[in-house]
């Protein structure tokens, strides 16, 4: 019981630790947009001059 309790507080320390490391960045995912419209014509990209939003 004591080694499961120890192993346990172990690994919550150990989260805290990483993830007081690691940077906080802004996420994305592939729904920031689900109706993507590209261009006609030119340079079809993911970016702004390469379509827009719908």
Known sequence: M???TSFTMLVVATLAVFSSYT???EAHSYADCID???????KQDWSDQ???CA
Do not use: D, I, R, S
């Open 23 to 25: 940077p906080q960045a």
């Open 36 to 42: 993507w419209k590209f261009n006609k014509g030119g």
């Open 50 to 52: 390469g379509g827009k």
């Open 2 to 4: 004591v080694l499961k």
